[in-house]
């Protein structure tokens, strides 16, 4: 084991070696049907450092939506995305961007959030809410953080809003973060801003642990995968939404007015799913509503399709012109008879929502998050 | 102590392994100028026969009653130069090893650092070989008998040249049948026997031997003792048929209100047993059993209105009073011939093995293509509603070995062959299937394994290099979702039939034959053996043995291979009808023991008992050591508050002074 002081190699730092080539990466990568990725070649190929620069010049590093599939299944406890990474590192640092990438790498530097929006508009999603703000001298039990995308984005705020008018209402101790609440850097991880992360993780673990929190609420998986395994000094555990709301519910607390005779399928976000190993919570959830009808997809929980909103794919276009997965994945739906489908990640209503509107399916279905169903469901 | 300590030292270079890395010739010149040091030499090999002539040679010629061997761990080479200073007159107690090799020159790159500490270990030695005592070795008598616990092949043949050699065997088999795994394969790689045509002898030839008492539906509830006289006691479990009266005509299965009802073990959950039932037809004992957890009378009180299985039986076997019973007997020794688990393909989701029927294990396959099996030999599966032979099939190998993401990281050593096996199987039933092997590598290491491989091959088997990461389905077909590595091209390969070669893992319920026998697991969670190249069949407790799949995963060859050896090596103390005692054992100071108990709870071996003594007519208590259990390990005194328990060699008034001699290392 080198000495993180040490100077790594690019193959010591991913453990190239610690690779038998057996495939399981590739094999399992959703976006090979329609991208020319091959990640375990990638695995193999970058132990030549001289190739290195090469490497990270082929477009197909921009692919990877950081699912995480391939980490998951590796034998040999690699990581094969970071491979990607890692390349993807060494094009930021040359400065040959896309702009829409280095914009929203440079909005996270200055206003803590990818959106090129302003820190001091963070909060107004709250408007007009009676929301409980943090304290550093009041000890809390659920300390909520919001994503970025979430607080900013009119379509997914329903995330938050509704969260509070059902804390508030369940009445339950919790508190949200005030607007200096900043980035997690899933995104900026992932495009491979290696020293920007760096410095978020720093950051933001400092400024959380000034809080006397029971535990940190995250609103999107992907805040919650990135304090649960990048943040090894943050002093209070980290759940997601999901599981306080099946406590809540267990407890009684949670009480739905009428019906929703809705055939619903719900749908798998790597970053709860694969990465947080969170499968049950969001089916309890959903099933807890009158009348509805879960449907599973055939590629359901472990095996799940990714829908490409991760990995800075928000930022990226793909050259690709095959069928998107968020597309293949709307079919499957529409192909159950389902009229909902369900999801717990503000990126997954993104991607899949577009698709669903791209193939003309605005009538017949529709794209939620749980929490904006719930809050359409919650006695006011 | 009667006369004055004159002690030889030597240092030996261990060719270069010492000699590079410590300078041996400055540790002798050092300890010559030591208290009592008479001689001290070095010497190229001092396990060597001229370096133990050597040693002799000068306890003759220069008194020496006292040795110190600076060289390698006492592991290796302690009962080499114990025997050796023996042989020419010494005490063998009378002898340290500091330990200059692994502790020393293995550790250190420089010499002047690597010189300094051997000194301090020899002076430390020198210290202590002073003050030792003189030990005796004592003898006990042993059992001629062994206890063999479980009757996969590995437990049949171990008990069986056992008793061929003439001694008293117990078997004892937790199932109603010996037979264990083997039983249940159809065809053996790589000669292609039929599994039941070799096991079931054996197993016949078990059970009537003369000298083995087959304990069948039992298992070991107590061990205690040591080598050459364990005490046993089995429970025999209740199989609510009276052994005896049992014809084996199977009247009473045919009868049960629940016959084919209960998935059948044999056949891995695909063909259905009564509650009254013969494992399968070549059990052995012939003799049925009431799975008191199926059974209507037993489950619920009431199976009509008299049971089916006691109006049918002729014999009038059936009896639903009986109870557990218990024996006990003394063994010299014991052979743990447990063997394995299956992986279980649910821990890898990404194969969906829950989710479709068409999906499954390599131990499910065996009684699917099995003569004997559900289907009788018939590769059938469901296609949607309708039953159809596959066309295409596929294999994929290492399912759940060699893989970190469920904590296995050994290969499982006969998936390769019996994965290539059941593929030659298909290819016999199945002629114009396409069949192809997922694959990473291919182990073909053992006799004829290669050959057999080349074989299967040419019958038009593709071997495909990579692993599948994923299995769905779509319409009615099982898309294997994996990589062609050798062209790097994913692929999503829709076939009819998957077979998911699973692993060989450490049995679940292994920790009640742990406790019973103080075993340990290696990291591969395995018994451990006590080393893994010079001792491969024994184990840190004398007198138990290790055969078969218990100690790791292994084909059939291997296994009756190590069984013969554990059984050879099980038959030394029974042969010899005596074992020899550690001398290096605690003994207790009865005139300040204390009498509170404490060692008696923290002696891992349970070695040491409270006895009432009289202390100058006071009835006390004192705790007093079983010399034949102990195993010298210091726990005791550790824990005593009192001093009064004390490892013989190893006494404070002994190491204390060999602790101060190592000053402080830097
Ligand atoms: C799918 C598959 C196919 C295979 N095909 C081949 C092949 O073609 N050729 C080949 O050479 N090898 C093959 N093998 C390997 C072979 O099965 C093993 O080598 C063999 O079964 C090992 O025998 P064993 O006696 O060590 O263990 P087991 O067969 O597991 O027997 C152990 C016995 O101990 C009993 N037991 C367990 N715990 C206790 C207890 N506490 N008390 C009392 N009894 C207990 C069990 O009930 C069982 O009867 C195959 C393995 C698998 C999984
Ligand atoms: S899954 Fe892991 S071991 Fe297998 S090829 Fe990919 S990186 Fe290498
Ligand atoms: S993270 Fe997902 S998309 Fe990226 S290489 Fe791994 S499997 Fe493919």
Redesign the pocket.
């Known amino acids: 084991m080198l000495m993180s002081s040490e100077i790594q190699t690019f193959t010591e730092k991913y453990d190239l070696l610690g690779c038998i080539q057996c495939g399981r990466c590739t094999g399992g990568c959703p976006v090979t049907v329609r991208a020319n990725l091959n990640v375990r070649q990638f695995v193999n190929d970058a132990y030549d450092e001289d190739k290195l620069e090469e490497l990270a010049r082929l477009a197909e590093i921009w692919d990877c939506t950081a699912c995480h599939t391939c980490a998951v299944r590796c034998p040999k406890g690699l990581k094969p995305l970071e491979v990607l990474i890692g390349l993807r590192t060494m094009i930021v640092e040359s400065g040959k961007v896309e702009p829409t990438v280095r914009d929203a790498l440079q909005s996270v530097l200055l206003e803590g959030n990818p959106w090129e929006k302003s820190r001091a508009t963070r909060l107004d999603w709250m408007e007009d809410l009676d929301v409980k703000i943090a304290d550093p001298d009041e000890p809390v039990e659920n300390l909520f953080f919001v994503c970025c995308t979430i607080a900013y984005d009119p379509r997914v705020r329903a995330i938050a809003r509704n969260m509070v008018e059902l804390l508030n209402k369940a009445g339950v101790d919790y508190a949200f973060l005030p607007e200096d609440e900043s980035c997690c850097g899933s995104e900026v991880f992932t495009l491979g801003e290696e020293g920007l992360f760096e410095m978020q993780v720093e950051d933001s673990t400092e400024f959380l642990n000034e809080y006397q929190a029971g535990r940190i609420v995250t609103l999107s998986p992907h805040c919650f995968t990135t304090y649960k395994t990048h943040y090894p000094d943050l002093k209070s555990p980290v759940i997601h939404y999901t599981q306080l709301l099946v406590e809540l519910l267990n407890n009684g607390k949670l009480t739905w007015k009428g019906e929703l005779p809705k055939k619903i399928v719900y749908h798998d976000p790597c970053y709860l799913g694969k990465q947080g190993n969170i499968y049950d919570e969001p089916r309890e959830l959903l099933k807890s509503i009158p009348g509805v009808e879960l449907l599973e997809f055939e590629r359901r929980r472990e095996r799940s399709l990714c829908c490409e909103g991760g990995g800075g794919k928000m930022w990226v276009e793909s050259e690709s012109k095959k069928e998107r997965l968020s597309e293949t994945r709307i079919k499957d739906a529409r192909a159950l008879g389902a009229d909902v489908v369900a999801v717990a990640c503000p990126f997954c209503v993104l991607t899949l929502e577009d698709s669903m509107k791209g193939l003309g399916l605005e009538e017949e279905m529709r794209v939620v998050e749980i929490m904006e169903l719930l809050g359409e469901l919650m006695e006011k | 102590m009667t006369e004055k300590p004159k002690v030889g030292v030597y240092v030996c270079h261990c060719g270069i392994n010492i000699s590079s890395t410590v300078d041996v010739d400055a540790v002798a010149e050092f300890a010559q100028k030591l208290p009592d040091v008479k001689v001290a030499r070095t010497y190229s090999y001092m396990c060597s026969d001229p370096g133990q002539v050597l040693i002799k040679k000068d306890i003759e010629e220069e008194g020496l009653n006292r040795i110190v061997v600076a060289s390698c761990s006492p592991r290796m080479h302690e009962p080499t130069f114990r025997k050796a200073i023996a042989e020419a007159g010494v005490n063998p107690y009378f002898l340290e090893m500091a330990n200059i090799r692994e502790q020393c020159s293995w550790v250190h790159e420089e010499i002047e650092e690597g010189t300094a500490k051997a000194k301090k270990l020899v002076s430390a030695s020198i210290a202590k070989v002073r003050l030792l005592e003189a030990l005796e070795t004592k003898e006990v008598e042993a059992e001629p008998a062994a206890l063999v ?7 049949i043949q171990a008990a069986l040249d056992i008793a061929d050699a003439g001694f008293q065997v117990y078997l ?4 109603p049948s ?5 039983a249940q ?1 159809d ?3 790589p000669t292609l026997d039929c599994s039941a045509c070799i096991l079931t002898p054996k197993m016949v030839d078990a059970a009537n031997h003369p000298n083995i008492e087959l304990l069948s539906y039992s ?2 509830e107590e061990v205690n003792g040591f080598i050459g006289n364990f005490d046993v006691r089995v429970r025999k479990k209740a199989r609510y048929v009276d052994f005896d009266k049992c014809t084996g005509c199977g009247d009473c299965a045919s009868e049960c209100r629940v016959k084919d009802r209960i998935p059948s073990e044999f056949d891995q959950g695909m063909g259905k047993r009564s509650a009254i039932y013969l494992p399968f037809p070549q059990a052995v004992p012939a003799k049925y059993t009431i799975d008191a957890g199926h059974c209507l009378y037993l489950t619920r009180g009431k199976c009509g209105k008299t049971p089916k299985c006691q109006e049918v039986c002729g014999a009038g076997a059936i009896n639903f009073e009986q109870e557990d019973e218990f024996v006990e007997f003394k063994v010299g020794a014991v052979i743990v ?4 688990d ?1 992986f279980d393909a649910s821990r890898k989701p990404e194969y969906g093995y829950d989710d479709y029927p068409n999906v499954i294990t ?2 499910e396959m ?1 009684r699917l293509v099995s003569a004997s099996g559900p289907t009788g030999g018939k590769i059938k599966i469901f296609n949607g509603e309708e039953e159809i032979e596959p066309k295409e099939v596929a294999l994929i190998k290492c399912v759940g070995s060699r893989d970190s993401s469920v904590g296995n990281e050994y290969c499982s050593r ?1 998936c390769c ?2 994965v290539a ?1 059941q593929a030659h199987l298909i290819r016999d039933k199945l002629p114009d299937a396409n069949i192809r092997i997922y694959y990473m590598d291919v182990r073909a290491f053992g006799k004829g394994f290669e050959e057999f491989y080349d074989r299967v091959r040419r019958e038009n088997v593709r071997y495909i290099r990579g692993n599948p990461s994923e299995i769905f389905k779509r319409g009615n077909k099982l898309v294997v979702k994996a990589e062609d590595t050798l062209n790097s091209r994913p692929l999503e390969d829709e076939v009819d039939l998957v077979v998911l070669g ?1 692993g ?1 893992e450490p ?1 679940a ?1 292994m920790r ?2 742990m406790d019973l026998l103080r075993l340990s697991q290696s990291p591969d969670r395995f018994f451990l053996e006590a080393h893994p190249k010079l001792r491969p069949v024994d184990t840190a407790t004398d007198g138990v043995f290790l ?4 100690q790791g995963p ?4 291997d ?1 009756v291979a190590q069984a013969k050896a554990a059984a050879a090596s099980a038959m030394i103390p029974l042969a010899r009808g005596k074992v020899t005692i550690n001398a290096q054992v605690a003994v207790v100071n009865e005139a300040t023991c204390r009498g509170c108990a404490y060692c008696v709870n923290i002696c891992p071996y349970t070695a040491i008992e409270m006895v009432t003594v009289n202390r100058f007519g006071n009835e006390v208590e004192v705790a007093r050591v079983n010399e034949a259990l102990c195993k010298g390990c210091g726990s005791c005194s550790a824990a005593c508050l009192s001093d009064s328990i004390q490892p013989k060699s190893f006494r404070d008034s002994q190491i204390l002074p060999q602790i101060a001699a190592l000053g402080v290392m830097r």
């Open positions: 616990i479980g009757a996969g092949i590995a437990g004892v088999e937790k199932t010996v037979g264990g795994r083997m394969l065809k053996t790689f298992e070991v011939a447990t063997g394995f299956p390599g131990m065996e006969v062959m019996y096996k699973v060989l049995r319920d009640g034959v055969a078969g799949c218990a292994k084909d059939i060859p296994t």
